[in-house]
C-alpha cells in the first residue's frame, strides 16, 4: 500500500507542469552556476601561476642588477619583499565562499605584509552582484522549488476532493503522509543530484577539482548537507499544508517564513551583532595603533635629544629598548581588542544567524568546503607566518647589531605556506549546523504527523 | 450490513450535524436518504466513513465498529461523491488501478479492469485517456468503478446523480440497481424524489439531523413521496418562522 501510495505521488509529480519546470532550472541553474564558478577558479589559478612566474622574475633581475650584496639585501627585503601569490581554495570551483574576498597576492617584507586585489581593472558590478555559486543556488532557489513541490501536499489533495477518495479506503495515515514526504522528496532530488553529477564532472574534466579522497569526502559531505537542507524546506511545506485546509493560505504561510529565513535573519544576524557588540571600526583601531607610535617616537626623541643635543650610552639605548617593547606591547593589545571584539562579533552573529537554516547551509557548505572563515584565517596565519619567517632570514643574513651583510641566494627566502585546514577540522564547526537542520527535519516532520492525524479530511 | 446506533454529531461551533440517527441497511438493500441542503446526509456519511468523530453512537459495517477499528471497518465500504475528482493528469486506466490498489486488492487482472471499465458505460478509448477531459457523468462512472473494484460490501453514494442529465442519470441508476441484485448494501443521498422513488427500498427523511421517517418501499405506492417530504419541508419552514418571530 506505501508503495501504491509512493508510485501514485512520483507519476503525479512528474506529469505535473511544475516538475518539468523544476527540472529545467535545476539543470540549468545548478550547472550554470558550477561551469561559471569553475571558469573562475581556473583563472584564478592562471593568475596565480602568472604572479609567481613575475615575482621569480623580478627577484632574479634584482639579483642580477644589484651587484653588492648590501644593495641586493636592502632591495630585496625592504624595497622589494616577496610577492606570492594566493591560490583559489581547491574546492572553490564549487563553493566560493570567503574566496572573493581574499588577495590575489600578497607582498611580504620582514614584519609586514601588504595584501595585492584580485584586479584593479575588475568590473565594479561584480562587487554589487556576486556570482551564484552553488551555496547561493542550494540556499536560495532550491529552497523555494522545496516548497513549491509540497505546500499543497495535503491541503491541496483536499481541496481537489482526492484526500476523502483516499481516506475512504483501509490506509493508515502515516502511510499517506510518510509517502508524500519519501515520493516528493525523492522527485527533487534528482534532478538536484544529476545536475550536480554533471557540473561536477564538468569540474573534474577541466582540472578545477582535485579527485582525491579529501575532495571525494568534502564532496560528499557537502551534497548530504544540501540534501538535508532541501529537506528541511519540504518538510516545511508538508507541515504547513497539513495545519492549512487551502493552497493559498499555504502557499503565503510558506513563503512568509521563507523570506524571513532566507531575506531577513542570515542579513540582519551581522547587523545586530554589532549593535550588540559595536566594537572599533579598523579605521579608529588603525588610528590608535598611528597614535602609539607617534608617542612612543616622540618619547624616544625626547630621551635622545635633550637640550638640543644627541645623547648616547648604554643608559639611553636600555631606555630606548624599554620603550620599543612598551610600543610593541600596546599595539598588540590594540590587536587583541580589534581580534576579540571581532570573535565576539561573528561569534554572536552565528548564533542569530543559525536562526535560520539558510545560515546554516552557508556556514556548513563553507565549512566543509574550505572557504569559510577557517581557511581565511588559515591563509592569515601563513602570511604573518611568513613575514616572522622573512623577519628571522634578514636576521640571519644582516645579524643584529652588526652591519655587515653576508651573501644570501633566492632559495634561503621563505614561502608562503598556505595549507588548506584538514577534512576532520573544517567539518567541525558544521557539526552543530547538521544538528540544527537535523532537529528541524524531525521538529517539521513530526508537526505534520500529528497534524495530519487530526487532519479533517470533509 | 450497516447499523447505526443512537449516532449524534454536534460540531464545536454547537450545530447539530447528526442527532439520535439509528439506521440500518441490510445486504441487497437499498436505503435513500433525502433531505435538504444541511438536513445531516452528508455529515452522516462521514461519520460512516470515519472521517469525523461521533458525539455519541456507534457505527458498525460489517459487524466492526467504524470508531473504534476505522481501518479495518474501511475495508467493507465503498464511497462515491457527488463531484467525483481523481486524479486529472492520470488516464482513467491509471485512476481505476491506484484506487483498487490501495483498496487492497492486487489481484486484478487487466480485463477485470477493462470489464469493470465497459461496464459501467465508459467507452475503451476512454481507458487511455486523461481524467482531466473527462465530463461530470463519465468521472461519476469511473468513481463506481472504483467503488466496484473494491468489491465492498456497502457502497456510500452522496448525490451521486446530481448535476447528470435525464439519460446519464438513469444509466447511473441501473448501475445501482445491478450491485443491490448482486447483494451489495447501497446507502445513498439525493434530493431527486422522482429517481429515488424509483430505486429506493427505503427511504429515509432527514431534517435537522434527525430521521423523521424511514418510509418502507411498501408504503411508497400508497403514499406520494413527493407530498410527504414537501410537508416536512413546510413543517420546518414554519417552525424557522415562529422561531424568528418568537
Not at chain 2, 447501497?186 to 424524489?193: E, G, K, Q, R, V
Request: aromatic share 10%; charged share 25%.
Amino acid at each position: 500500500m506505501f508503495f501504491a501510495l509512493m508510485r501514485k505521488e512520483i507519476i503525479a509529480h512528474v506529469l505535473s507542469l511544475r516538475f518539468g519546470v523544476t527540472f529545467a532550472l535545476f539543470l540549468l541553474l545548478v550547472f550554470a552556476s558550477i561551469y561559471v564558478t569553475t571558469n573562475e577558479y581556473r583563472r584564478d589559478q592562471d593568475e596565480a601561476f602568472a604572479v609567481d612566474r613575475a615575482a621569480d622574475a623580478d627577484l632574479r633581475k634584482i639579483f642580477t642588477e644589484e651587484e653588492k650584496v648590501e644593495d641586493r639585501f636592502y632591495a630585496v627585503f625592504y624595497h622589494h619583499g616577496r610577492r606570492e601569490a594566493v591560490p583559489p581554495p581547491p574546492m572553490s570551483s564549487l563553493v566560493q565562499g570567503l574566496r572573493p574576498a581574499m588577495p590575489a597576492a600578497v607582498q611580504i617584507t620582514p614584519g609586514n605584509s601588504r595584501y595585492v586585489g584580485r584586479s584593479i581593472e575588475g568590473n565594479p558590478l561584480a562587487g554589487l552582484l556576486p556570482i551564484p555559486d552553488l551555496v547561493y543556488v542550494v540556499g536560495i532557489v532550491l529552497s523555494l522549488l522545496a516548497i513549491l513541490f509540497a505546500f499543497d501536499s495535503i491541503c491541496g489533495e483536499k481541496e481537489a476532493g482526492t484526500l476523502r477518495l483516499i481516506m475512504s479506503n483501509a490506509v493508515p495515515r502515516d502511510s499517506i503522509l510518510l509517502a508524500k514526504w519519501a515520493a516528493g522528496f525523492l522527485v527533487l532530488l534528482v534532478p538536484f543530484l544529476i545536475a550536480v553529477f554533471g557540473g561536477v564532472v564538468y569540474t573534474w574534466y577541466v582540472g578545477a577539482l582535485p579527485t582525491d579522497a579529501d575532495t571525494l569526502a568534502r564532496l560528499g559531505t557537502l551534497l548530504g548537507f544540501a540534501c538535508l537542507y532541501i529537506s528541511t524546506f519540504f518538510t516545511l511545506s508538508l507541515a504547513v499544508s497539513a495545519v492549512t485546509h487551502r493552497s493559498s493560505t499555504s502557499l503565503f504561510l510558506c513563503l512568509l517564513i521563507w523570506v524571513v529565513w532566507i531575506l531577513v535573519i542570515p542579513n540582519l544576524a551581522p547587523v545586530v551583532a554589532k549593535i550588540i557588540e559595536p566594537g572599533y571600526s579598523p579605521l579608529k583601531i588603525a588610528q590608535e595603533k598611528e597614535a602609539v607610535y607617534r608617542e612612543i617616537h616622540l618619547r624616544i626623541q625626547r630621551l635622545t635629544l635633550t637640550t638640543g643635543k644627541v645623547s648616547y650610552g648604554k643608559g639611553i639605548e636600555e631606555e630606548k629598548e624599554k620603550l620599543e617593547r612598551e610600543r610593541t606591547r600596546r599595539l598588540e593589545q590594540w590587536d587583541r581588542f580589534q581580534s576579540d571584539s571581532i570573535d565576539r562579533q561573528k561569534r554572536l552573529a552565528g548564533i542569530f544567524g543559525r536562526l535560520s537554516p539558510a545560515a546554516c547551509w552557508t556556514y556548513a557548505a563553507v565549512a566543509v568546503a574550505g572557504t569559510g572563515a577557517e581557511s581565511y584565517q588559515a591563509f592569515e596565519n601563513a602570511s604573518k607566518q611568513m613575514s616572522d619567517d622573512m623577519r628571522k632570514t634578514a636576521e640571519s643574513i644582516r645579524p643584529p647589531p652588526q652591519r655587515d651583510v653576508r651573501d644570501f641566494t633566492l632559495d634561503e627566502l621563505p614561502r608562503l605556506k598556505l595549507t588548506s585546514v584538514p577534512f576532520a577540522r573544517a567539518a567541525e564547526p558544521a557539526v552543530n549546523d547538521l544538528l540544527i537542520l537535523a532537529i528541524l527535519n524531525v521538529a517539521f516532520f513530526m508537526t505534520a504527523f500529528v497534524c495530519f492525524l487530526r487532519y479533517d479530511v470533509r | 450490513m450497516l447499523e447505526i446506533k443512537d449516532l449524534k454529531k454536534v460540531y464545536e461551533d454547537g450545530t447539530v450535524g447528526v442527532d439520535n440517527l439509528n439506521l440500518s441497511v441490510a445486504a441487497g438493500e437499498i436505503v435513500v436518504l433525502l433531505g435538504a441542503n444541511g438536513a445531516g446526509k452528508t455529515s452522516t456519511m462521514m461519520l460512516i466513513l470515519g472521517f469525523t468523530e461521533p458525539s455519541s453512537g456507534t457505527v458498525a459495517i460489517h459487524g466492526v465498529d467504524v470508531q473504534k477499528n476505522p481501518l479495518e471497518a474501511k475495508k467493507h465500504v465503498a464511497y462515491v461523491s457527488e463531484n467525483v475528482t481523481l486524479y486529472g493528469n492520470f488516464t482513467a486506466n491509471q485512476n481505476l488501478k491506484f484506487f483498487t490498489r490501495l483498496s487492497g486488492r492486487t489481484d486484478v487482472t487487466e480485463d477485470e479492469y477493462r470489464a469493470v471499465f465497459h461496464r459501467v458505460g465508459l467507452a475503451e478509448k476512454a481507458y487511455y485517456r486523461r481524467v482531466r477531459g473527462f465530463s461530470k457523468g463519465m468521472r461519476q462512472r469511473l468513481g463506481i468503478a472504483i467503488a466496484i473494484l473494491k468489491n465492498a460490501q456497502l457502497i456510500v453514494l452522496d448525490e451521486p446523480t446530481s448535476g447528470l442529465d435525464p439519460k446519464g442519470g438513469y444509466e447511473f441508476l441501473e448501475i445501482i440497481r445491478q450491485l443491490k441484485a448482486e447483494g451489495k448494501a447501497i446507502l445513498m443521498s439525493s434530493h431527486d424524489i422522482f429517481r429515488v422513488q424509483a430505486i429506493a427500498d427505503r427511504v429515509g427523511i432527514m431534517r435537522r439531523g434527525q430521521m423523521l421517517e424511514l418510509i418502507e418501499r411498501q408504503d411508497m405506492g400508497a403514499r406520494d413521496l413527493q407530498q410527504v417530504y414537501l410537508d416536512y419541508m413546510k413543517e420546518e419552514a414554519a417552525g424557522a418562522t415562529s422561531a424568528e418571530v418568537g
